[in-house]
């Protein structure tokens, strides 16, 4: 699967946002079948390359990926994409609080991402397979933290985005403090860049 954006606003930095599946038998990187990555690139430079392993019976087959904390949303459990009773389960990851897609350097017009599952073990999509949503790439000049869309300006789709984050906790960039969490501080310094 492959993103290109185009015309983006002058910044330094890109932070990618998604969720991801990975589903049914996906093997990871122990005994037979071994190597199923999970693999992302930015303008054809890998940034993230892990091993995911869904199988409950094999603990031979061995999952690479560590998340950080707030990133496992679910893991091995039947999330309902091949029907229940299987022992090949699901996993989901919210990736927008990987720290791996934070802070991306990058200062073109333009930026593609692919993301692809590879490997020596993968097999054909009915066996194990994978899927992602509620892409966002936020161009960013780090001049300005309170600047959460990246267009060169503090104004109201900044506010817009810290609001959609309020009450979040661990790492995220509409906490503008620093704290941990999105609440009343991060706003007060929203509003005090305001402009």
Do not use: C
């Amino acid at each position: 699967m492959t993103l290109t954006l185009t015309d983006l606003p002058p910044h330094t930095e890109l932070d990618l946002e998604f969720l991801f599946a990975a589903i049914d038998s996906l093997d990871g990187t122990g005994l037979f079948p071994q190597g199923d990555y999970f693999r992302v690139t930015l303008d054809g430079t890998q940034i993230f390359r892990e091993s995911f392993a869904n199988a409950l019976p094999y603990p031979q087959q061995i999952q690479s990926y560590v998340s950080a904390p707030g990133v496992e949303l679910a893991r091995r459990i039947d999330l309902g994409f091949n029907g229940p009773g299987s022992y090949f389960t699901d996993s989901a990851y919210d990736m927008s609080r990987e720290p791996s897609f934070k802070n991306l350097p990058h200062t073109a017009s333009t930026a593609t991402f692919t993301f692809i599952i590879e490997g020596d073990g993968i097999q054909n999509i009915w066996d194990e397979s994978w899927a992602f949503d509620n892409v966002r790439v936020i161009a960013r000049s780090p001049g300005n933290s309170a600047d959460l869309d990246g267009d060169g300006a503090v104004g109201a789709a900044d506010l817009s985005l810290l609001l959609a984050a309020w009450d979040a906790t661990g790492s995220n960039p509409a906490d503008l403090d620093g704290d941990g969490s999105v609440g009343a501080a991060d706003l007060s310094l929203l509003l005090v860049n305001w402009g």
